[in-house]
């Protein structure tokens, strides 16, 4: 298995721009998380999905973020209009039901940058 | 606050010497596991005890566990320059849901001097 994908790996915008990051986790892993690291917070969870449904979006800052997972295979999350305290590494980890012990698989992380 | 708290937050030690890291947490838990992170690069799984653990090995690593006093310990023994890295330590407690939640401490930054 390639692992959990994300794309991109580097992003650079500018205020105010929309901002997608992209996610694949590993085949057959039915939880997926969205989290942060900065060096200020450290490493936050933004938010989890359970066979493609949002369970916990309690980490979300506020509503210029938005995550979807439109199927067991692909999730987006979505920063609209993105603002430069938002420059962190984003990654992307999935794990799987029926192993209790709910190890995560990370992704590379999208390191993004917003000027 | 945070559920995993890693002490020290930095160690920077010679080739050959043994590494210890220590973390401490606030509620009960099922397991505590503990990641190495590359700098640039996501977590990486290392080990995991359950909770009616004391103590695992794997390799160069040994962990133990205190549930008593809410807290474990990473030793790296034989440290190398490749072991130089971030760990994390995290924690998977059942929520009031009946979910189960896995929260990461803040780290410690390794220096395995060459």
């Known amino acids: 298995d390639a692992g959990v994908i994300q794309s991109p790996r580097h992003e650079v915008t500018e205020m105010g721009q929309e901002v997608t990051l992209r996610c694949k986790p590993i085949s057959g892993h039915d939880y997926l998380f969205w989290y942060r690291q900065t060096m200020m917070r450290g490493l936050e969870l933004l938010i989890y999905?359970?066979?493609?449904?949002?369970?916990?979006d309690s980490g979300m800052p506020e509503d210029r973020f938005s995550a979807k997972m439109p199927n067991a295979s692909f999730s987006t999350l979505k920063i609209q209009p993105s603002e430069p305290r938002d420059s962190a590494v984003y990654f992307c980890a999935s794990s799987q039901t029926g192993t209790s012990s709910y190890e995560q698989y990370f992704g590379p992380g999208t390191r993004l940058t917003v000027t | 606050s945070q559920q995993g708290e890693e002490d020290p937050q930095a160690l920077s030690i010679q080739e050959g010497e043994n590494a210890t890291m220590n973390c401490s947490y606030k509620t009960s838990i099922n397991n505590l596991q503990w990641y190495r992170q590359n700098s640039g690069r996501g977590l990486v799984h290392l080990i995991l005890i359950r909770s009616n653990e004391r103590e695992k090995h794997s390799g160069r690593l040994r962990v133990t566990l205190d549930t008593s006093k809410k807290s474990s310990s990473l030793l790296i023994t034989a440290s190398r320059a490749a072991d130089t890295a971030s760990y994390f330590c995290a924690t998977v407690r059942r929520m009031d849901t009946g979910r189960r939640a896995l929260t990461f401490g803040s780290g410690t930054r390794l220096q395995v001097q060459p």
């Open positions: 999905f359970n066979n493609n449904v949002p369970i916990d």
